[in-house]
């Protein structure tokens, strides 16, 4: 503190000095000659008394010199068990590299993350904007092949970790494209009830068919067949809980059912107590031999819907609202053999899937629900129809994959109570005109890692009545984040 | 009662019926216990220890991968009637397991109880990353998981495996007990015997197709030289092959192995090219004919790189 002090006079006399000189009387220089001698003094003194305390401690130094000599001896024997305890310490520390493996931080109970990202770059030969699937009722689900060009899919967040001794909770959230967020999933599901119960609660992917329950990121090809998006809305995930039970019999055998509010197509979000959408399902599964595994599904989902809406051009060329209520009947068949020499999928695997829907509805259409053209009115819905696909998917060598899908819908019968009684005609409901949609699809991708996938797939789609949309479609999709693990 | 529950109700009675069928069923065979072996030499040692007292079963063979393996149907059913599950851990199953365990409705088995057992927890790891980031590849942050290629980790897993036989079934606990003894008992000896045949191997430099032999060099004094897999779990590809290919010219290894799970093609490349032999392992218990049991994995690994030391 004085060293400063004492340059900062010093600076301070010498800056001042030369104009200051005249200025300044003599009994003011004999002061500040006086502080100057009383500062060296101060200092003098302390100089000293830091030297003697220095001597001190030199002489201690000197004892403890002795003492360490001595201590030498003490040492020599102690470095005998020193060797003993390194020998210890090395154990010890390779322990402890074990114990060290989980951070024993809160962020330990961090529920585990991935990130799926993905992206396609679309060319479509007809304008998607107008894409249908004609025959079928409109699902308002995302059925369309996307935007042309550049586009970002749907980014998916996973969160999931154990509640307790009873309860894993996972939240998927789908990031989409324009911004906006969705609840994929979100559930709770029991961690083994015992005797082969498992109970989910909450938001989660329908076990009708196969495909449905499998996220996109994970589907062999770009998009859904075409019976999955006019059946269940691309992919249907209700609000409700599901039970199942798997048999204790070495052949797997599974039964469940799901109730549900009916949130999405092909039930409609109700104000209605009780469940809008039931479904029971049974799969039986097995191996034959070491290379060949096989799933096959039944499933029946009923549901009532209220007010289903959709839009359609009528006759007169006016877009009107038309709207369903009744009941809605679907059965869906499914299949999947999967197939690897001596079950080692590592280098060659085939898999072979396929699924057959038939939904019957029962009810009243209303046309024209806002008059906007011919005038409210209101008559019975009879529908029968059906639609399939099957799909071979075959990695031929490490990393690299083709595969083949054949898609038919069966627009079957509608039968309209406001045509046959001759108030409106069939012109009035064009997408109810009857059409069997077809497409073909290849598809090939590359997999560097197990956490990435390019994809190009080609697809010739018929499924706007008279009109062939040839598709490519380029896609990436990877994960970060937590391992998953994928369902069979 | 509206048209929709009244439909649901008729659906509810056949299930109703089903369920309590198979729950009738279950009653039937309880006799052994049921145990279900993540890998081969688990299902092995369980056997050792256990003798007919359990029914052992393994998810995996010999000849698939353990890390790439599909949650299958009848898996899932296996899992739905285990009463023990003895896997490896270290996530070398985290692509397939928790789904089996998840989708049994088997509480015995879940994670915590004393029916899930993860034997790398119980001897010490090699190979812990320093660095977790999966550019480097499909790591294990918890270490290598390829274990029982050490004896004597066997040996560690042994008493850990009997101690849970005891818990579990405890009627047969003293069974259990003396059985284990026997088995600690040749395994020492076999082990004495195994370190005074594989001495001339110390040293011995060799080419791996994945890490997964790495407890076995450690307990030989083996010395990895190279890997034909650019990064763990990652397939060879003809740049890193080609890489290998000069390295292994300028600085031969002794020998290139892969495990009978690998696919023989990536170490005959590099063998066609260097005259280094390339010699198929079987890393597991089924490997190879002379594999049966755990004793025949050791005795048959062990020949097949003394042959070429020789």
Known sequence: ?488 | MNRATSKLSRLILPVAVSVSLTLLLAQAAFAQLKVLACEPEWGALTQELAGDKVSVSSVTTALQDPHHIEARPSLIARARNADLVVCTGSELEVGWLPLLLTQSGNTKIQPGNPGYLETSQFVSRLEIPKVLDRSLGDIHPAGNPHIHLNPRNIAKVAEVLRDRLMQIDSANADFYKSRTAAFLARWGESIRRWESQAAPLKGMTMVVYHRDLSYLNQWLGLRETGSLEPKPGIPATTAHLADLVARMQRDPAKIIVYSAYNNPQAAQFLSDRTKIPAVMLPYTVGGSDRAKDLFGLFDDTLARLLAVQK
């Open chain 1, 1 to 488: 503190m004085l060293k400063p002090t004492l340059m900062a006079v010093a600076v301070a006399a010498a800056l001042l000095a030369p104009g200051a000189a005249s200025a300044v009387s003599d009994a003011e220089m004999k002061e500040l000659r006086e502080q100057v001698r009383q500062l060296k003094e101060q200092y003098e003194k302390r100089i000293e008394s830091l030297e003697r305390r220095l001597q001190q401690a030199e002489g201690a130094a000197q004892k403890a010199q002795g003492a360490a000599v001595k201590a030498e001896g003490v040492a020599a024997t102690a470095a005998d068990a020193a060797t003993k305890a390194e020998a210890q310490a090395l154990k010890a520390e390779s322990a402890a590299v074990q114990a060290n493996i989980r951070p024993a931080s809160e962020a330990a109970f961090n529920p585990a993350v991935s990130v799926i990202l993905n992206g396609v770059y679309a060319n479509l030969s007809k304008d998607p904007g107008r894409f249908q699937i004609t025959g079928f009722v409109p699902t308002l689900g995302e059925v369309s092949p996307g935007n042309r060009g550049f586009s970002l899919g749907e980014s998916e967040l996973t969160l999931a970790a154990n509640v307790d001794h009873y309860f894993r909770g996972t939240l998927i959230a789908s990031l989409q494209p324009d911004d906006r967020v969705g609840v994929e999933e979100a559930n709770i599901q029991s961690l083994g009830l015992s005797n082969g119960f498992t109970l989910k609660v909450g938001r989660f992917l329908s076990s009708v068919g196969y495909q449905n329950e499998i996220h996109a990121h994970a589907w062999d090809f770009t998009d859904a067949p075409l019976a999955n998006k006019v059946f269940l809305g691309n992919q249907l995930a209700d609000d409700g809980l599901q039970i199942k039970r798997l048999a204790p019999t070495d052949t797997f055998f599974e039964l469940g059912a799901e109730f549900g509010r009916g949130r999405a197509f092909p039930a409609s979000n109700r104000d209605k107590n009780g469940a809008g959408a039931s479904n029971l399902f049974a799969r039986l599964g097995g191996d034959i031999g070491a290379s060949t595994a096989w799933r096959v599904g039944l499933a029946h989902l009923s549901t009532t819907a209220q007010n289903r809406n959709y839009d359609d051009l009528d006759s007169t060329g006016t877009q009107v609202n038309n709207s369903f209520n009744g009941r809605s009947s679907l059965w869906a068949l499914d299949g999947v053999l999967k197939w690897s020499p001596n079950g080692n999928s590592t280098s060659t695997n085939f898999k072979l899937q396929g699924e057959y829907f038939r939904r019957s509805e029962n009810g009243n259409l209303t046309y024209d629900t806002a008059p906007a053209s011919l005038g409210t009115q209101t008559g019975t819905l009879r529908s029968a129809q059906s639609g399939w696909y099957a799909q071979g998917v075959y990695q031929f060598m490490p990393m690299w994959r083709v595969g083949y899908r054949f898609d038919r819908l069966n627009s079957g019968t509608v039968k309209l109570g406001l045509v046959d009684s001759g108030a409106l005609s069939a012109a009035d409901f064009p997408i109810l005109a009857g059409n069997d949609a077809t497409r073909n699809t290849l598809m090939f991708d590359f997999s560097p890692s197990e956490f990435s996938r390019l994809r190009l797939q080609f697809a010739r789609d018929r499924s706007r009545l008279g009109v062939t949309d040839n598709q490519v479609f380029l896609q990436y999709i990877v994960s970060l984040g937590a391992h998953g693990a994928h369902k069979f």
